[in-house]
């Protein structure tokens, strides 16, 4: 499986748009992109699934470009809820494991 | 809708001690079931998982084993603690097929070890 780089931390501010880009140069051709979120003390819960271009939900964009290298995270009007780590995965089709890097520790400021 | 169920949220043990740990799923067949563990301000690092009944993979080596006596039953044991075993154990599940299919957690239990 692909490893994955992604920043150890970021800060932003209520109401700002959030962008968390991950690396993952070594990713195969049947490799999905995963990003999951963790409160503290929780289970991981998942955010948003791709494989290329731009996938939308009701919570985050996910933008991957044509060479799949990076994939970012894009969480629009953030809120002090938002604040939480983010796991960035790259998971393969036909595999029933992932790998769990150490995520984005994002802060959100009032 | 899917549900997965952990217990206890909670639990100190003292050294040597053995560990039974449970997880529950309901509303879906055959899922594939995994364990993980947290260590204080890391990642996830899986454990076991289970396709099936009675399959359970092994990915670390260590004092823990896991079991599935049923297909939406997946159990994490031990059968003397030791001190690096403390952690936040999480239970998964998805469903199966041909992976890329997203884990769904349990809340956790935070085992300490004394």
């Known amino acids: 499986l692909a490893k994955t780089t992604q920043p150890i931390s970021m800060d932003s501010y209520e109401g700002q748009e959030v962008n968390i880009t991950c690396s993952h140069n070594?990713?195969?051709?049947?490799?999905?992109i995963t990003w999951y979120q963790q409160f503290p003390s929780q289970g991981p819960r998942f955010i948003i699934q791709?494989?290329?271009t731009k996938v939308t939900n009701e919570v985050a964009s996910l933008f991957i470009p044509a060479d799949r290298k990076s994939s970012t995270l894009s969480l629009p009007r953030v809120s002090l809820s938002d604040t939480a780590v983010y796991y960035c995965?790259?998971?393969?089709?036909?595999?029933?494991?992932?790998?769990f890097g150490k995520g984005t520790r994002l802060h959100i400021l009032p | 809708s899917q549900t997965i169920h952990q217990w206890p949220a909670t639990l100190v043990q003292p050294v040597g001690s053995p560990l039974s740990l449970e997880c529950t799923v309901e509303?879906?067949?055959?899922?594939?079931l995994y364990w993980y563990r947290q260590a204080a301000g890391r990642g996830l690092q899986l454990l076991f998982y289970?396709?099936?009944?009675?399959?359970i993979s092994s990915e670390v080596p260590q004092n823990l084993s896991a079991s599935r006596p049923q297909d939406r039953q997946f159990i994490l044991s031990s059968k003397k603690l030791l001190l690096s075993d403390s952690g936040f154990y999480l239970c998964?599940?998805?469903?199966?097929?041909?992976?890329?299919?997203?884990?769904?957690f349990g809340d956790g239990t935070r085992l300490s070890i004394l």
């Open positions: 289970s396709v099936g009944i009675g399959q």
């Open positions: 995965l790259v998971s393969r089709g036909g595999s029933d494991k992932i790998i």
């Open positions: 070594n990713i195969a051709t049947n490799d999905y």
């Open positions: 509303g879906t067949s055959n899922p594939n």
């Open positions: 791709g494989y290329k």
């Open positions: 998964a599940w998805s469903l199966e097929g041909f992976g890329n299919q997203p884990q769904h």
